[in-house]
């Protein structure tokens, strides 16, 4: 597949990228957050390919666990992500994505972010010290 | 286990409960993100039980896969999460919560967000028309 030009990361932990801990199928969650919102868009699924493949390409691509193949973000729909970082978590069975998002937004829907349905919803509890700020979009 | 008491959510959007797409194992993935300063957390899994029981009591509840049981999030540590808002994302298969953290924060090494080591990194593309804002903490 040709995708449109990302560009490449660099800085690159190969020490930690050889710590990402694939699970049994070889995959790890990805999580992806729009870097200038901080919405969370999406979240879906790499192999190490997959990981390889956003390093080198500046791309978001990731592993089709229902079709069984890679697929880069926006190819098809024009909805883009061009990636700024990529974060590993403690366990390494995560990764975060801080991207550009392109086009009209993460979701097959067109909304922004997947997460666009609120299941339920409360005031929570201030953190002492900390600012209350707002959760919307 | 006994709980520090959160605030209960409200406006359930019931449907949407039914529909949340559990797997195999019974479980979904959990995204956390913070409410005031919109980091993303942690990612952690759930099944029905501890999302009925963090909209019950407002509190994160979570499933850990390796110790087969239910745990609540900073009941040992302190580092308590409170919950705000419960998002599903558009095939069910993933929800994300936006909470108020207290204490040092979502990770057992005392960093705030898990996702404190960074793989890689580069400028993105900026998206035309949207302002380019930063990616830290």
């Known amino acids: ?65 229902s079709r069984g193949e890679h697929w880069c973000k926006g190819e098809t729909s024009g909805d883009r992500q061009f990636v700024r970082e990529v974060r590993v978590d403690c366990d390494g069975d995560a990764v975060l994505l801080l991207v550009d998002q392109h086009g009209d937004g993460a979701c097959h829907t067109k909304e922004w972010s997947c997460f666009y349905r609120v299941l339920a919803s409360g005031p929570g509890v201030p953190a002492p010290g900390r600012e209350r700020e707002g959760t919307g979009h």
Chains 1, 2 share one sequence.
């Open 1 to 65: 597949m040709t995708v449109s030009a990302g560009v490449p990361l660099v800085d690159l932990d190969a020490a930690l990228l050889e710590s990402v801990a694939f699970d049994s199928r070889g995959l790890v969650t990805a999580v992806v957050q729009d870097a200038a919102s901080r919405d969370v868009l999406m979240v879906a699924h790499m192999d190490r390919e997959a990981l390889e493949r956003t390093i080198a390409s500046g791309r978001s691509w990731f592993f089709s666990r």
